[in-house]
C-alpha cells in the first residue's frame, strides 16, 4: 500500500508499506490481526519476511488443532518461540478479535477498556525544509490533532524544535529521535530543554536502557521509551532504574495484548503515563490500536490517526475518523468494530498463504 506522504525516520524513508494480515478462524468466528513489522530491520529487529516465515514454520504449529478458552492463554502457548513479538503480536490480536466477536461484544470492553472516546496526536516525518514541516504542522493542528510529535536526528533536531516553539508556544510538542543519539550527545539534547517539550523518545540505542538511566539523570524533560519496552521485563527495569518517565506502548513490539495488559498494569502501579504508538498500520492495525487506547492508563494523546493521514483508501469499513475536537470514537460493533473490506485486501494481496 503507497502512504498518502513518505514518512521519514532517523532510520530511513518508507514511501510503499508491504503489511502482512493475519486471518484467523476459531470457535465458529473469523479474527483479524495485522502483524506491525516493518519492511527492513531498521527500527526493530524483525521484519515483515521474518514474522512470514515464523509464523509459519513454528508459530503456527503451536496454536494447530490446540483448545483453548480464550485468547488470554495464546501468549504462554506462543512462549517456547523467543522473541519475534511482532509475529506474535499480529497472530494473538487476531484472536482476540475472534474471542470478541465469538461472545459479541467490541474488542475495547472485552480488554477493560473505560474510554468511549481516546485522543489523538499525530506524529510527523522529517521534511527536507523548515516551511515544509511548518505546513504539516499547521495542517495537523487545524485539523484538531491534539498533540505534535515531530521526528528528529542529529543535523535536525534543536533549530527545527526553537522555530516550531516560536510559533506555537502553547500546543502540547514533543520529539522523537528514533534512537539517533548517543549518551555523548547529551549536552546536545539538554538545548532542547528552553522548549518545555512534553518527552523526548527514544534517543539513545534500540536496546540501551541503561543509556537512557544515565541520560534520565541529566534532563527535565521526561524521557519516553518507545523501542527499549519489548517486553514486561522491560519495561519493569526501565521503571524502576528511571530509564524513563513515560512509555509508549506498541501491541507489536510487546508481543500483543496480554503482554501490553500486564505493562499497562504495572505503568498504572508506578503512576507511568502511557499513550499509544503507531507502525504506520493500516487499518486493522490501526483498530486495534484504538481499542488497546481505550483503557485507563493510557492518559496522553496517542499516534492514532485518521485512516486517510496515511492512505487513499483504506482497507476497513468505516474507515478511521477523527472528531474535530481530535478524539476518535469508539464503536460497539463485537471485535475491532470496523470490517475488512475482502475484495479490496485480495486486489491488494501479493502473497497468501493457507495454514490449517
Ligand atoms: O517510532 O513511533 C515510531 C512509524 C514507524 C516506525 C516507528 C515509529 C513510527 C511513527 C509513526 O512515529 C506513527 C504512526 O503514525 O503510525
Ligand atoms: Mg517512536
Redesign the pocket.
Known sequence: MRLVTP?E?S?GR?TDRRILLIEVEAGGVTGWGECVA?EGPF?SPETVDTAWLILENYLWPLLKGREFEAASEVWLLLEPVRGHNMAKGGLEAALWDAEAKQKAVPLWRLLGGVREEIASG??I?IKATFDELLAAVEKELSAGYQRI?I?IKPGQDIEPVERLRQRFPSIKLMV?A?SAYRIEDAPLLRRLEPFYLMMI??PLGWDDLFGHVALQRQLQTPICL??CIHSFEHAHAAIDLNACRII?M?LGRVGGYTPALAIHDLCRAHQVPLWC?????SGIGRAHNIALSTLQGFSLPG???ASR??WEQDIIEPEVEMTPLGTIRLHNHPGIGYQPRQDLIEKLAVRKAVLS
Open positions: 514518512f525516520t532510520f518508507t516493518g527500527y499525530v506524529s516525518g510529535k521526528k522523537d528514533n523518545e527514544q518507545d523501542e509508549n506498541k504508538g503507531g507502525m504506520l498500520e499516534d492514532v490517526t493521514r496515511y
